[in-house]
């Protein structure tokens, strides 16, 4: 079991860019994965980013190319690099983690974190 905390989150104009940070503690050893969902009202949740152990990176489409996630196994944190927001990356984020990152294609997680609001609007 872990511990996660997310924070960076907050309000941008289409075409900025925020940085979320998740640290992890408790058992990091189960934190093979660590991933970034998100989810706003009335939509389903949605993965948006993994990063494994070894830095090996997934992404959904729609986020390819705007955003980079990655790690720091010796502060037990992960990141998440926003760049070219768009109305529609408004969400609240999720960091989780899980042994492996097939989790993430399953949108399923072992642990959460209580999420971090974005909100990219004119």
């Known amino acids: 079991q872990v511990d996660l905390l997310e924070s960076g989150g907050g309000s941008v104009q289409p075409g900025g860019s925020l940085r979320l940070s998740c640290v992890v503690s408790g058992d990091i050893y189960s934190a093979y994965c660590m991933m970034w969902f998100r989810q706003s009202p009335g939509k389903e949740r949605e993965g948006v980013a993994a990063?494994?152990?070894?830095?090996?990176?997934i992404y959904a489409d729609s986020v390819k190319g705007r955003f980079t996630v990655s790690r720091d196994n010796a502060k037990n944190s992960m990141y998440l690099e926003m760049n070219n927001l768009k109305s529609e990356d408004t969400a609240t984020y999720y960091c989780?983690?899980?042994w492996g990152c097939g989790s993430f294609y399953l949108k399923r997680a072992d642990s959460w974190g209580q999420g971090t609001q974005v909100n990219v609007s004119s």
């Open positions: 989780a983690t899980s």
């Open positions: 990063i494994d152990m070894d830095g090996k990176t």
